[in-house]
């Protein structure tokens, strides 16, 4: 059913609010920014609010069923979260305001740095970058001009992986540095061959994702830290899927030199529909002058202990205004100290499980290319299925919505053809996973019996097959809501 605009809503005459009259002497307003035919709809309040409710309710959201998008990490956010960051000492303070005015403020943030230094085992870390891929460039950024700063302007290149999380050459790009890509081997992992050829002297380092987007962690992560040092780079993790290690092991012990944190993947802050974020980067502490500022610091003064900013001696500068997302930070920082060090460890722990069940239980029927491996907390699957040859990965995905759940996230990583990357997160309980499992399994058996009803679908969404590739070069931002 189409749902009309609010302005088809609109009846001469009717308001949804009346104004008082005013208590201030009235002045005339500038002619030349005064519109008579300004078309502003004349709707009620009980209009208003219906229409908007009808639209959310269109939407899928992880409050309403599973949202298996894997390398998003789309789990549940706790409530506390909200009411944690709408405390008025965190919503009603102003950036700008005095330091010993906002002492509660600064020091969730200096204890948040304190916590990621912890998890991570960097040495310092700066909570500026407002998402994963500013995360990314900040590193690139850190490590060009460490090295720069050691007369190494010889060093242009940055070696990317192809099993890294997608941003990551659009990073280096931008950062001014030419990416070389390097293949994964048989078993998933970097190939070390491959690696060895590419480093040389115009390396400045390696961007690696650890579990990496096939699901996997690297078996010879060690061996790419070494060689990567040994040839005088730096290695940059992605910590895009941290939530699969968290309290297990620390990225700084494998040989990371730079890693940013997804606060809004690994520690819960929603995130659908492109924000908000936030990517606070860690570094040891060689790198530790150059992250952005300012970071916050504990200072001794007359009045005592207080926290205070503080912008690191060779920092590349700010690069994001005031403190990044505050919002986000805090609702970090709730989930953090609501769980404690043992609560995140098992978190890693029922993600990790929770997607190797659903792996076990898939790739039967599904093609899983990394089967024989452990996965980590996602894996990838094809949308390949046996006695359905015209079924593609489009087909599994559009049709899992009639079940209501919302698709895998589909074709990435490119080194996988007909990819259904499937991300349960720690947050679904057996059952959910069960009917996940059921609602694929149906799928497949559709597919060989009529598999019609997987090209036509959706079915049940408020709009049916759309073609993706038309919308997207023929934009219509002004088209009804439906």
């Not at 965190?90 to 700008?96: D, E, I, K, Q, V």
């Not at 500068?317 to 919002?327: A, H, L, P």
Request: glycine share 8%; aromatic share 6%; with cysteine.
């Amino acid at each position: 059913m189409t749902e009309p605009l609010i302005y088809e809503l609109s009846s001469p005459g009717r308001k949804g609010v009346v104004m008082p009259e005013p208590d201030v002497p009235l002045a005339e307003l500038p002619s030349d920014l005064l519109r008579a035919d300004l078309p502003l709809p004349e709707v009620s309040e009980i209009d208003v609010v219906r229409h908007f409710v009808r639209l959310s309710q269109l939407n899928h959201a992880v409050d309403v069923g599973m949202y298996p998008l894997g390398s998003c990490t789309m789990k549940y956010n706790p409530k506390v979260n909200e009411v944690a960051v709408r405390l008025p000492g965190f919503a009603w303070t102003h950036p700008l305001q005095e330091p010993e005015t906002v002492q509660g403020n600064l020091a969730l943030l200096y204890e948040l740095q304190e916590m990621l230094a912890e998890a991570s085992g960097f040495a310092a870390v700066s909570l500026q970058p407002a998402a994963g891929a500013h995360g990314e460039l900040t590193g690139v950024l850190i490590m060009r001009n460490y090295l720069y700063d050691r007369g190494q302007r010889q060093r242009t290149k940055i070696l990317v992986p192809d099993s890294a999380h997608g941003t990551n050459p659009a990073s280096t790009t931008m950062s001014g540095l030419t990416v070389v890509e390097v293949p994964s081997d048989a078993r998933g992992n970097v190939d070390l061959a491959a690696l060895k050829a590419a480093l040389d002297e115009t390396v400045v380092g390696l961007m690696l994702t650890n579990p990496n987007t096939l699901g996997l962690f690297d078996e010879n992560v060690l061996d790419v830290t070494r060689l990567v040092h040994e040839a005088g780079g730096l290695v940059y993790g992605d910590g895009a899927n941290f939530n699969a290690i968290v309290g297990i092991c620390k990225p700084a012990e494998l040989g990371f030199d730079v890693m940013h944190f997804n606060l809004h993947k690994t520690f819960s802050t929603p995130h659908g529909g492109g924000g908000p974020g936030a990517g606070p980067v860690g570094v040891t502490q060689e790198l530790a002058a150059y992250l952005p500022g300012p970071i916050v610091a504990l200072s001794e003064t007359e009045e005592g202990s207080l926290c205070l900013p503080q912008m690191p001696s060779r920092s590349i500068g700010r690069i994001k205004s005031f403190w990044g997302n505050f919002g986000v930070l805090v609702r970090a920082y709730t989930y953090i100290r609501m769980h404690g060090a043992e609560g995140l460890r098992r978190n890693s722990e029922y993600a990790v499980l929770n997607a190797n069940y659903l792996q076990a239980r898939l790739k039967g029927t599904y093609p899983v290319p990394h089967g024989d491996r452990t996965c980590m907390h996602e894996f990838v699957a094809q949308g390949r299925i046996e006695g359905a040859e015209g079924i593609r990965t489009m087909d599994v995905a559009k049709r899992l919505i009639d079940f209501r759940f919302h698709p895998p996230t589909v074709y990435f990583p490119l080194i996988v053809p007909e990819a259904l990357m499937i991300e349960p997160t720690e947050t679904e309980s057996k059952e959910t996973l069960d009917a996940f499992v059921a609602a694929l399994l149906k799928i497949a058996e559709e597919a060989r019996t009529d598999p019609d009803l997987l090209h036509t679908a959706p079915h049940t969404a408020p709009v049916s097959r759309l073609d993706e590739v038309k919308a997207a070069r023929e934009l219509k931002l002004c088209a009804p809501c439906y």
